[in-house]
Nanobody, 121 residues
Framework: QVQLVESGGGLVQPGGSLGLSCAASGSTLDGYAIGWFRQAPGQEREEVSCISNSNNNTYYGDSVKGRFTISRDKSRNTVYLQMNSLKPEDTAVYYC??????????????WGQGTQVTVSS
């Protein structure tokens, strides 16, 4: 089973940018749908973005559309989430998740440990 490790979180001021990475080991990410999720304290987990397993179609939640960009680097076996124009409401723990031969809207079965993103002045 694939193992996932997120990195790149931190503290950023409103309007700033951060880039998250999701590095995979144990398997190539070919054939996997990869999703980025976030969860803030007291709130439900939210899928913010996903890249499909086949033709690299992308999905974005309404709250991040136009600000976040997901991408996949096969040579590095890594998926990225570039986050621009960050808002305080983007503050959460961000997780990446993988599902082999799945779509962006199924239950993901491999999860990383998460990375904290805090947007505050």
């Amino acid at each position: 089973q694939v193992q996932l490790v997120e990195s790149g979180g931190g503290l950023v001021q409103p309007g700033g940018s951060l880039g998250l990475s999701c590095a995979a080991s144990g398997s190539t990410l070919d054939g996997y749908a990869i999703g980025w999720f976030r969860q803030a304290p007291g709130q439900e987990r939210e899928e913010v973005s996903c890249i499909s397993n086949s033709n690299n179609n992308t999905y974005y939640g309404d709250s991040v559309k136009g600000r976040f960009t997901i991408s996949r680097d096969k040579s590095r076996n890594t998926v990225y989430l570039q986050m621009n124009s960050l808002k305080p409401e983007d503050t959460a723990v961000y997780y990446c998740a993988a599902l082999k031969h799945g779509t962006c809207f199924e239950d993901f079965d491999s999860w990383g440990q998460g990375t904290q993103v805090t947007v505050s002045s």
